[in-house]
């Protein structure tokens, strides 16, 4: 099982870009969640879903999208990309409330 | 809204030392998580503590559960350098959440 993956690993932007982070699992996990790391800081939650085709906002939304078409997809989609995304962002899988797998992370920049 | 605080934020203690890391929440919840990361890396699940009264021991790492004073500990036994990281506490935000809410997080420092 190769667990959570993220793509890419590292990105730079321009103000004004849009991007879409990848994020795919295989451990067939229901729930997923995308997390944003700033330095210094514990993980901000941005979206999560609890099954394909249900998504709902996490603690910091704003400037981001989601969409989960299949279990194995849960893609961020970054519209407009502002200095305040620069941020390393991670995704994560579970089943149901337990412990949640992490993704490697995408650091990202925008200059 | 729920709030999680961390204490120590940083902590260097000797190699072959004790030492308990706290995590503070403000409201009602009964699953706590710790987590591990590496410097640059991602984190790393070690505890799910899910009822008052939970402990659990892996290694040279304790966690407990306190669902009435809203309190967790992660206990330290005799450290070894190889146990330098940040550790995380997060809390369920709630009956009937998916949410989790983390801590700023524990930069342990083991020093040979």
């Known amino acids: 099982n190769a667990g959570v993956t993220q793509t890419p690993k590292f990105r730079i932007l321009k103000i004004g870009q849009s991007m879409t982070l990848q994020c795919t699992q295989d451990m067939n996990h229901n729930y997923m969640y995308w997390y944003r790391q700033d330095p210094g800081m514990g993980l901000k939650l941005i979206y999560y879903s609890v099954g394909a085709g249900i998504t709902d906002k996490g603690e910091v939304p704003n400037g981001y999208n989601v969409s989960r078409s299949t279990t194995e997809d849960f893609p961020l989609r970054l519209e407009l990309a502002a200095p305040s995304q620069t941020s390393v962002y991670f995704c994560?899988?579970?089943?149901?409330?337990?412990?949640?797998?992490f993704g490697p992370g995408t650091r990202l920049t925008v200059l | 809204e729920l709030k999680v605080e961390q204490n120590p934020l940083f902590l260097s203690m000797q190699e072959g030392k004790n030492y308990t890391i706290y995590c503070n929440y403000s409201t009602t919840s009964d699953r706590l998580y710790w987590y591990r990361q590496d410097p640059g890396k991602s984190l790393e699940s070690l505890f799910v503590?899910?009822?008052?009264?939970a402990v659990k021991q892996e290694g040279r790492l304790m966690a407990s559960l306190d669902t009435k004073a809203r309190l967790s500990t992660l206990h330290i036994t005799a450290a070894v350098h190889d146990l330098s990281a940040t550790y995380f506490c997060a809390v369920l935000s709630g009956a009937g959440s998916y949410q989790l809410t983390f801590g700023k997080g524990t930069k342990l420092s083991v020093i040979p």
């Open positions: 503590l899910l009822s008052n009264g």
């Open positions: 994560a899988s579970s089943y149901s409330l337990n412990e949640q797998f």
